[in-house]
């Protein structure tokens, strides 16, 4: 069986972050502003500092205003509370992002909570997971969406397909697999209690792996000719010499590239469509705040 395709999410990511761009430019021409983006960061996790900043320069880069509120580890509830209500009555505000985690003593679930559902660009704010729950327009997770624009693009129609979905976070697994329903394929969601789980997964033509595992699923658990998307990010520890480890997937990749018909790559797979699809729903969450309807082809 020949190697199974690699599915570029850098490439994708690049070319949709570029579409942004341009629709960006045409909204700030009409409107006479950019769509915005805030992000707020409580604490100093050298993790959430890197992604802060990788999505105000990726805001810039697309035209998109991005507004950066970093707050001490100490910040009070109440106090990150009235910043969110601040930006909730900001009109130049478009997106409000809490980078997770929040530290010990701040209740993530109230925070969310308390963002405007239609500045929710995380899609993480429970109208937004009831909407697409019941298939109303709203904010889908980033993550899932970006998967979901990977698996289209290479499969098209999904209809009848098989599909395994790997983990029951709220952030990835549950949305993939609703978003999987919606596209009319048969899901199975499996988790920590699951039994047989290789057998399971054998039996799938789309695999999404969000569990966090290093290397978890072998080549020997996946159907010949399936498609794998591989959504977890995993350090392994330093090799002898190094600094660093190496970041793998949950997914066994080179072994797997011998059995799957096409596979994401980790990283420069799903990992690049996430900051992408963010400012892709800021930038339908402006066109929503303008009274206009989402703009097409993203
Ligand atoms: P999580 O810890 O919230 O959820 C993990 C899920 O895996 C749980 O639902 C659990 O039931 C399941 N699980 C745990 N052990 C299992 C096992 N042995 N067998 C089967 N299922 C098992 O994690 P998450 O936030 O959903 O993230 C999952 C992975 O995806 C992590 O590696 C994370 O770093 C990565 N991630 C990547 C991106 C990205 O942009 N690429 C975004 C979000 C998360």
């Known amino acids: 069986m020949p190697e199974a395709a690699l599915i570029d999410g850098k490439v994708f990511a690049e070319a ?18 950019r769509p915005g983006l805030a992000v707020v960061l409580v604490g100093e996790d050298p993790a959430s500092q890197v992604y802060v900043g990788a999505k105000g320069k990726a805001c810039e880069a697309a035209g998109i205003a991005s507004f950066e509120h970093r707050l001490p580890a100490d910040t009070s509830e109440a106090a990150l509370l009235s910043l969110i209500e601040r930006l909730n009555q900001d009109e130049a505000v478009d997106g409000i992002l809490v980078q997770m985690p929040l530290p010990q003593g701040l209740d993530e679930q109230a925070i ?12 993480f704010h429970v109208i937004n997971a009831g909407r697409l729950s019941v298939g109303q327009a709203g904010f889908i997770p980033c993550t899932p969406l970006g998967c979901m624009m990977l698996l289209k693009d290479r499969l098209g129609d999904l209809s009848g397909l ?9 952030i990835v697994g549950k949305p993939m697999a609703q978003l999987l329903v919606d596209a009319n394929a048969t899901v199975t969601i499996a988790h920590s209690r699951t039994k047989n789980l290789a057998d399971i997964v054998r039996r799938a033509d789309i695999v999404i792996a969000a569990v966090g595992r290093p290397e978890m699923i072998r080549a020997d658990w996946i ?13 392994l520890p330093p090799e002898p010499g190094k600094e660093r480890g190496r970041l793998v997937g949950d997914v066994a990749f080179a072994e797997a590239r011998e059995v799957a018909g ?4 980790v990283p420069g797979g799903v990992g690049p469509m996430t900051i992408a699809v963010l400012l892709r729903n800021t930038l339908v969450a402006a066109h929503g705040h303008a009274g206009l309807p989402a703009p097409e082809g993203l």
């Open 16 to 33: 949709l972050r570029a579409r942004v761009g341009a629709a960006a430019a045409a909204f700030a021409q009409w409107a006479g502003r």
């Open 112 to 123: 969310i909570a308390a963002i405007n559902p239609d500045k929710d660009v995380d899609g």
């Open 162 to 170: 098989d599909a395994v979905v790997i983990g029951r976070s709220n």
């Open 223 to 235: 159907k010949p000719g399936a498609t794998v998307i591989d959504v977890g990010i995993n350090r």
């Open 262 to 265: 096409a596979i994401t790559p």
